[in-house]
């Protein structure tokens, strides 16, 4: 069983460009959740997807973010009209659809540079 | 409010020593809690967790956590250290019922030697 997959592991972008960045989920996991590690810091919660719909994105800023979690294919977070300060490593974790006190499973993350 | 608080930003051990990685918490609401290990450039790695039932929990490499409610906290132990345990490690609580986002410590980074 293929782990938490993420791509690109790495990406740059110029200041002003658009950042998509891909997650694929453990297989039979329905439920993707997206965090942000700056330097020297723990994880931030952004953003919790179940197929098609948004459950909580009450840690995602308000402009220039959003995530989506198709019926078909990978949850992208896509970040529109980079910042030096959205540098940072976005991780995305899984977990299965029983609603019991599953543990969520991360991928490696995207370290995103913003030039 | 949720919160999860890691004292120490490091903790040096010498190897075949005890560790101990410190963990509070400050939740309203039955905790579900979490311990991570990530190494340099790498996602993060499940380690153990506690949701009910027995205090002391055992998990991955030899790690263990005992969940105390009266000083809410969940260390993180393991009676001998390895050089390879060397790493950063996160202390997390699950908030809004089972299925709901994370809240991380701040990362204690381990360091062992040889």
């Known amino acids: 069983n293929a782990g938490v997959m993420q791509n690109p592991r790495h990406l740059v972008r110029r200041r002003g460009q658009e950042a998509r960045l891909r997650c694929s989920p453990m297989k039979g996991h329905s439920h993707v959740y997206w965090y942000r590690q700056l330097p020297e810091e723990g994880l931030k919660f952004m953003v919790y997807?179940?197929?098609?719909?948004?459950?909580?994105e009450s840690g995602m800023p308000k402009e220039r973010f959003s995530a989506e979690f198709p019926k078909e294919g990978p949850s992208i977070l896509r970040i529109q009209q980079v910042v030096r300060g959205d540098s940072a490593a976005y991780f995305c974790?899984?977990?299965?659809?029983?609603?019991?006190?599953?543990?969520?499973?991360f991928g490696p993350g995207t370290r995103l540079l913003v030039l | 409010a949720q919160s999860v608080a890691q004292p120490e930003d490091q903790v040096n051990v010498a190897e075949g020593n005890p560790l101990t990685v410190k963990c509070t918490y400050s939740?309203?609401?039955?905790?579900?809690l979490f311990w991570y290990v990530q190494y340099p450039n790498r996602g993060l790695q499940f380690l153990l967790k506690y949701i009910t039932g027995d205090n002391l929990v055992k998990g991955s490499y030899g790690f263990e956590a005992e969940f105390n409610k009266s000083q809410t906290s969940f260390h993180l132990k393991k009676p001998s250290a390895l050089v390879s345990d060397s790493a950063l490690y996160f202390c997390a609580v699950r908030v809004g019922g089972s299925q709901g986002n994370l809240i991380f410590g701040k990362g204690t980074k381990l360091s062992v030697k040889p």
């Open positions: 997807l179940q197929k098609e719909n948004i459950i909580d």
């Open positions: 939740v309203s609401g039955n905790p579900y």
């Open positions: 974790a899984s977990s299965p659809p029983r609603a019991t006190q599953e543990t969520q499973y």
